[in-house]
């Protein structure tokens, strides 16, 4: 097994543009979740789903969308990247609500 | 809403020496409590988790955590530091819906 893959690990963007992070788990998780990471702040949910066609959101949604057309994929998309925007960001998959996480390796995103 | 407080940014014991590291939280209900590990540039790793039952976990690499409700706390606690144990920690949180709540990370600097 894989577990959770992101894709890219790095990316620049310029403030305006759009762009998608990938996110793949290979587990038939139900549950995945986006966070983001910022220094000093840890970890904080961006949007999260319960399965295929259900989606929420978390803490700190805006300016990202995200959908669940398969089990395997959650990919997370910045309709307009703003420098606010620059994180390192997550996806972890689980297999029940409240059971352990599992994390890919992260995406490092600056917007310039 | 659930939260989660670790008081430690950053704590700095010599090799060989033990260590705790402290974390409390808010949830109406019997939360389900984690502490991961992040080293640098890489992903979270699940070190022990609390779910319900015996209050004292065990968990990898020579962690422990113990949940004590009367004081809102689940501190992690290792006897004996090794240099590789240098790494970010955080204590997490899980409700029902999959959401999860992260303290801000507390910084573990091992002295040689």
């Known amino acids: 097994n894989a577990g959770v893959t992101q894709t890219p690990k790095f990316q620049v963007l310029k403030t305006g543009q759009s762009m998608t992070l990938q996110c793949a788990q290979d587990?038939?998780?139900?549950?995945m979740s986006w966070y983001r990471q910022d220094p000093g702040m840890g970890l904080r949910l961006i949007h999260y789903s319960v399965g295929a066609g259900i989606t929420d959101q978390g803490e700190v949604p805006n300016g990202y969308n995200v959908s669940r057309s398969t089990t395997e994929d959650f990919p997370l998309r910045l309709l307009s990247a703003a420098p606010s925007q620059t994180s390192v960001y997550f996806c972890?998959?689980?297999?029940?609500?409240?059971?352990?996480?599992?994390f890919g390796p992260g995406t490092r995103l600056t917007v310039l | 809403a659930q939260s989660v407080t670790q008081p430690d940014i950053h704590i700095t014991v010599s090799e060989g020496a033990s260590l705790e590291l402290r974390c409390n939280y808010s949830y109406g209900a019997t939360p389900y409590l984690f502490w991961y590990v992040q080293s640098p540039g890489q992903g979270l790793q699940l070190l022990l988790k609390y779910f319900s039952g015996d209050t004292l976990v065990q968990g990898i690499k020579g962690f422990e955590a113990e949940f004590k409700r009367s004081q809102s706390s689940f501190n992690l606690r290792k006897p004996s530091v090794h240099w590789s144990d240098a790494a970010e920690y955080f204590c997490a949180s899980r409700a029902n819906a999959g959401k999860s709540t992260f303290g801000d990370g507390t910084t573990l600097t091992v002295k040689p």
């Open positions: 587990m038939n998780h139900e549950y």
């Open positions: 972890a998959s689980s297999s029940l609500p409240r059971d352990t996480q599992y």
